[in-house]
């Protein structure tokens, strides 16, 4: 096609046919058009080879032969090829014709082999659909032996099963066959509804047999339960070895016969019940004995002391006639007494011991001991009587709940130890209505927190209103006790009052007894306690004021108030706890008012000349208008005696105050001010003899402090 417009572009058009134009492939002869050769030169000039022969001005007919003729030499030399390898050519056909002949063969084998396919196929779907059907028939086969297994097990009784029940004693093995008697009868109470004829058979049968059942094990639990009441029995022994060993024949009463679970839960609580208070009210009893009475009415912090010494008999507050001995040592302060709560020991004593041993020990110490006893059993029991009394189907909805339904733990617990806790109550109630011991009964209270903490750790509430009870009863006799205390200080009249520079008693006792509460205050912050203190506090303070009105001078004023405010302070020092703090600084603050009024006082009597002098001269605005010679007689007589006056504070105050800390702080301040006052007169001396003739000259400042050095003790 190339070449045909190529020649006509050329003009040679004669002896090639027209060409079909564009869109009309069968239009016959038709010429070409402008537009087409047009159209084709376009086309052709962007041919490398016609743009390089139209490039290089070549004659396009020349051009054109030249192509034709080599067009012609390459379609002689493919013919001649051909022509040479026509041999090759025949081979490759017949090649080609036996791979037509072997595809052919294969296609049928192929076609055989799908027929072939076709028909396993088949057999396959039929042996898969038989398959299926002996699957189902399995299946439901295999369903009817396991309703009918279950069936059969549920209400077939064995002559084994009847002869245990019947005839066997109660032990493990009874208990196995009872568990397999019980899963029998509650096959049938579930298939009351189903048409089974054999049910009408079995269920006679099945009567019989819980009857018997129930019989023997009510009389097994009744001896068991008879038992208890045997003297020194081990309670915890038969629960755990007989009782809860076989708790599933009780489940089993209580399920199937729920009147004699009743019977054997009501003679178990009555003989439990007598065991417990039997026990306790013997070891109250015992411990009654050993205890060592602490205080009485004559030791309140207002009472005179005692003439007799430090020991003397009381008598038992535990209801005894015997004597008891009387420890004096710890009226007032903690000291050991508090082991009683920092032990880890749960301090249960042992009554025929320690009368072998002759110990004594004070209330809080039988109190733990009681109590202690007291939560182990009750823990004890409560945990028994959830394992043993209720069943499991049972436990989940009956074992919370209130005390007064008789179906919850509670209910049983209280049953079984309300005797043993009114008795209790009864013993402790007589102790605290009773006692003065005011630091005691706050060691009981703690001991009672304590308590309460652990049974809330063991999640066993059976003691909770028990411990709270105990509360009610400590807290009002512990207030009543301050209040006593109080009271007996107020009721003091007229106290003859002596120089004597000792602290009061009743001030010591206070301190120790101040010391004790904030001590078993720390970590509780009862306000109640701090209130408390501050109302005891207030009135020894108001006692120790009606003592000073005994006193003329107001330096033993001063001294009274320094000497005892001293020993509190002392006391409370030798604690540090952050309970202490507030206390300690409002004697601190006291002391510190009362010293430097004392301080004040004690210069007086020695410098009071040169005091007065130098508060008047500092007054002056002009110091000029006072007579120089009054400065050099003040300044001639602190001369004269100031070695004297020096010697005689340091005596006067060392023996003023027993405590030779506190008489070396006090006489250290006071040759402070003494020096500060001594400082202001040379001040004031100085200017006032500016520029002037001097006939006296005052003692150096150096020389006053190194002999105030020389008088200071060394503690």
Known sequence: MELVILDSLLGDTETLPPLPTQGSP???????????????????SEDAMVSAALASGIDLREYAENVATDLKKVHASHVSDYVAKSSLLRDLEKQIKDCDFMLASMVSLLEGFQLDLNTISAEIRDLQEKSNIMSLKLKNRTTAQELLAKVLDGLVITPDLIKKICEGEVNEFFLAHLLELNKKMAYVKNQKGAHIRALKDVGPELERLRLKASEKIREFYLKKVESLKTPNTNISIIQQNHLLKFKELYWFLLERYSEAAQ???ACYGVAVQQYYHASFEKYVRSLGNLQTIIADKSDLIGSAESQGGSAMLLGGLFG??????????NVYSLGDRVQVLTTEDAGIVLAHIAEEQKLKFPYEVLFKSINRLLMDNASSEYMFTTEFFFSPWRRGAKVTGSASDPTTVGAV??????????????????????????????LC???????????????????????NLLNILLWPRFQAIIDLHIESLRKIGKVSTHKDAHPHFITRRYAEFAASVLALNDGFDDALLVNSLVRLRNEVESLLFRMTDELPQRKDKLILLINNHDLVASVLNEYNLPCFEEEKAYFASSLETKTGEFVEEELKNAFGFLMEFVDRAELEKNLDTLDTG????IASQFNNQWKQGIAQVNTSILQSFPNFQNGARILHAAFTLLLLFYKRFITVFEKRFVGKGRKVHPVGLQTVLFEIKKNQPNF
């Not at 002869?29 to 376009?42: F, G, R, Y």
């Not at 043993?420 to 402790?428: P, V």
């Not at 001991?447 to 903490?453: A, C, G, I, V």
């Not at 009054?630 to 007689?633: D, G, I, N």
């Open 413 to 442: 617990f209280f049953e079984i130890y309300e005797p043993t806790l009114k008795f209790l109550q009864g013993a402790l109630k007589q102790y605290i209505d009773n006692s003065y011991d005011a630091v005691g009964i706050l």
């Open 26 to 44: 069968n239009r016959g002869n038709a010429p070409l058009s402008l537009v087409d050769v047009d159209s084709s030169i376009h086309k052709f």
């Open 630 to 633: 009054r400065f050099e007689a």
């Open 445 to 467: 209270i703690r001991l009672n927190s304590f308590h309460l903490r652990i049974m809330q750790k063991r999640r066993i509430p059976c003691l909770e209103n028990f411990m």
């Open 320 to 329: 005894s006639t015997k004597g008891h001995l009387k420890d004096r040592s």
């Open 263 to 265: 019977e054997v839960r």
